[in-house]
């Protein structure tokens, strides 16, 4: 099978590009023949491409590997929600702070907004299934909007919809039923040709989503409204700022990243960080300089403004001066001394 892949951007919020994890790894693993792959896909998923008729549904697929592995798909987020499944063998999988040793039968739900990874740092020998289905969302606030071609009634989608934004439980162990769906995608998936089997895979990923419901939609899934409230959605905003401090950052923009408007997202901020957001802007970036002045005495002062998101080197020195009592140059060369006096 040819592993095509469109390079494209399928989302983008203002300040951060969201890109569909291009699976680099394991398109890499399957030209060195380590494993056995399958997948239709959309965007940047690698595998045969998926038609108009299943709008939505980004990649759903498989791999199988029966021999040790030497790689692994690293921390990332998906362009929609991920369910994934282990028909045989174990796998190494981390969501959030959680990590476990998969087991045959095991499913996994991963929500838009969810950093994992597969691996640790290698994937295991088995057979792994996923299905990504964007849902039009990629913060914990938002109104999730299926595919028009899922058919469960509004009660049932309604509630499968509530439990999954409103519980993190996130690994369940599943019975045949949801292995044999698995089992029916699979040959769904082998014998497709040019979207010949769209109509079965849209009926298989609605089967699914029922099964799920029939699993989650007990006495013991507690459910909390708190996770979807937009503080929720802003605190995730603020933990990937450290990544984008080089970005032209305004209050608007951050708002609009987080997806909430502005006066809700300055208040969440304050709450979350007892400052407004262009202060604790200021103090990420001022905290990132500092390191980069410990660690890189390469870097002129004006690079290391320009890395932190400072517009001028000359702004970087007032405001690194009136925060730390030094000027840059005076930090990093204190810094440098105390290193020597301390070796």
Not at 241 to 262: H, K, Q
């Amino acid at each position: 099978m040819k592993v095509n892949k469109i390079n494209i951007e399928p989302y983008e919020a203002d300040g951060i590009v969201y890109h569909a994890d291009t699976c680099l790894p394991l398109i890499d693993a399957f030209n060195r023949k380590k494993i056995k792959f399958k997948a239709l896909a959309r965007h940047t998923y690698p595998g045969d491409r998926l038609d108009e008729n299943t709008i939505g549904l980004n990649s759903i697929g498989y791999w199988d590997a029966n021999e040790p592995q030497d790689w692994g798909l690293d921390w990332h987020r998906n362009e929609g929600i991920e369910f994934h499944f282990l028909e045989s063998g174990t796998m190494p999988y981390s969501q959030e702070n959680n990590e476990v040793l998969l087991t045959p039968n095991h499913l996994t739900i991963t929500r838009p907004w969810e950093a994992h990874k597969v691996g640790n740092p290698y994937v295991g020998m088995g057979k792994f299934y996923w299905v990504i289905i964007d849902l039009g969302v990629r913060r914990p606030h938002q109104d999730w909007v299926w595919p028009d071609w899922i058919t469960l009634t509004p009660s049932d989608l309604g509630r499968l919809t509530t439990i999954l934004r409103q519980n993190e439980k996130s690994i369940w162990k599943t019975d045949q039923t949801v292995r044999d769906c698995f089992l029916r995608i699979n040959k769904a998936i082998n014998t497709d040709e040019n979207g010949s089997n769209a109509s079965k895979i849209r009926l298989l990923v609605n089967y699914l989503l029922i099964l799920l419901l029939d699993l989650l939609n007990t006495d013991d899934v507690v459910l909390d409204e708190k996770l979807t409230d937009s503080s929720r959605s802003v605190k995730f905003f603020l933990d990937e700022l450290v990544n984008n401090l080089s970005e032209n950052w305004t209050v608007e923009l951050m708002a609009d990243s987080a997806g909430v408007g502005v006066t809700r997202f300055t208040h969440h901020c304050k709450r979350l960080t007892n400052v407004t957001p262009m202060r604790y802007l200021t103090m990420k970036r001022l905290d990132l300089s500092k390191k980069i002045l410990q660690e890189n005495n390469e870097l002129t002062i004006a690079e290391v403004a320009y890395t932190c998101g400072f517009a001028t080197s000359q702004y970087f020195a007032t405001v690194f001066k009136k925060h730390e009592k030094c000027s840059p140059n005076t930090y990093r060369l204190n810094y440098a001394v105390n290193v020597v006096d301390c070796v």
